[in-house]
């Protein structure tokens, strides 16, 4: 719907409905090329589709880019493969009260993201955003994290995402992660409920969060 890659991209009130990327086609709403810094206020990405990043698409190697998503929501998107809500390479992201809900991808059922080509150390950020009912066919029913710095979520309610192998919640590849005043609750998958570690570097911090009623073939952390 829209392909950026220039200026930054401010947005606000704005919303997203039943938008369709062509078969194989990347970024149902949004396909950004090196874009640059984004604000996006009160806006919403309601069934959005497409073949990776049913809601956005975007991918940096240049210089960083730092996006801000504040009170907006993401709820019944999919895509064929990874990041039904955003997926996404080499970029800062800020959620911040941000919902995430009903979306559906093979893997990374909201959020795909990595670090791979370049050599920036990248934050994720979550706060105070909600996360229920997404599912991943595969791995990460939330998020699919590959190679940041650092991904902090804090006061932040992740319950009932479900996904068909690993990682009912988040899946951390070479990141380590922050939780802190956290509700994770009622996610399922085959390994690892909640969260699951791969690599040296991954890492969980976990403070004044409760683990409940998660429920796992194998176990609720995996590392």
């Known amino acids: 719907m829209l392909n950026t890659g220039s200026g930054p ?24 090329m090196d874009p640059k810094d984004a604000n996006f206020t009160d806006c919403s990405w309601l ?23 504040t009170r907006c929501k993401f709820e019944g998107n999919t895509a064929d493969q990874r990041g ?10 800020t959620f911040t009260a941000t919902n995430f809900s009903a979306n559906k991808a093979l893997m990374g059922a909201a959020v795909y993201a990595t670090n791979s080509g370049t050599k920036r150390k990248l934050n994720m950020m979550f706060n105070k955003c909600v996360m229920e009912g997404n599912a991943a066919e595969q791995s990460a029913g939330v998020a699919w994290v590959t190679g940041y710095k650092n991904v902090s979520l804090d006061s932040c309610r992740i319950a009932g995402n479900r996904a068909g ?29 909640a969260v699951m570690l791969q690599g040296n570097d991954s890492v969980v911090q976990a403070v004044g969060s409760l683990f409940q009623d998660n429920m796992v073939r194998a176990w609720l952390v995996y590392c």
């Open 9 to 32: 991209i401010s947005m606000t009130r704005t919303r997203f409905i039943n938008n369709t990327a062509m078969v194989g086609g990347q970024g149902g709403t949004i396909y950004a």
């Open 47 to 69: 069934n959005n589709s497409a073949y990776q990043g049913g809601g956005i698409y975007a991918s940096r190697f240049g210089k960083k880019a730092d996006w801000a998503f």
């Open 84 to 93: 039904a809500a955003v997926w996404t390479t080499g970029m800062n992201y």
């Open 165 to 193: 192998q690993s990682a009912g919640g988040l899946y951390l590849q070479d990141t380590p992660a922050r939780i802190a005043g956290c509700v994770l609750s009622g996610n399922r998958a085959r390994s690892a409920a």
